[in-house]
């Protein structure tokens, strides 16, 4: 399996950012749509983000207009740029493969932790 990097987490005041990467591989950057997912304690995962590898970007509808997914290609990498952030936004972020195909292949990542205080 092809496993998945992330980094960029760390804990911030509500209304600060933070920038998300989950580096992969040059054929996953290329083939597969890439989703950050995040999962808080006691909650079940959601899906935050997804992007396509045409670019074809998805949010949920409590990120749309702060948080902004986005390929890198300078170190194929999947960037999420969040913004205006807020305690709810606290959770264990990760990134996995979204589309059939890749996830049967790709591992997701272990995780990188977002701390938002109020």
């Known amino acids: 399996q092809v496993p998945l990097v992330e980094s960029g987490g760390g804990s911030v005041q509500a209304g600060g950012s933070l920038k998300l990467s989950c580096h992969v591989s040059s054929f996953v950057f290329r083939r597969c749509t890439i989703g950050w997912y995040r999962q808080a304690p006691g909650r079940e995962g959601e899906l935050v983000s997804s992007i396509s590898s045409d670019g074809t970007a998805t949010y949920v509808d409590s990120v749309k207009g702060r948080f902004t997914i986005f390929h890198e290609n300078t170190d194929n990498t999947v960037k999420l740029q969040m913004n205006s952030l807020t305690a709810a936004d606290t959770a264990l972020y990760y990134c996995?493969?979204?589309?059939?195909?890749?996830?049967?292949?790709?591992?997701r990542g272990r995780g990188t932790q977002v701390t938002v205080s109020s």
């Open positions: 996995a493969a979204v589309d059939d195909y890749c996830s049967g292949f790709v591992k």
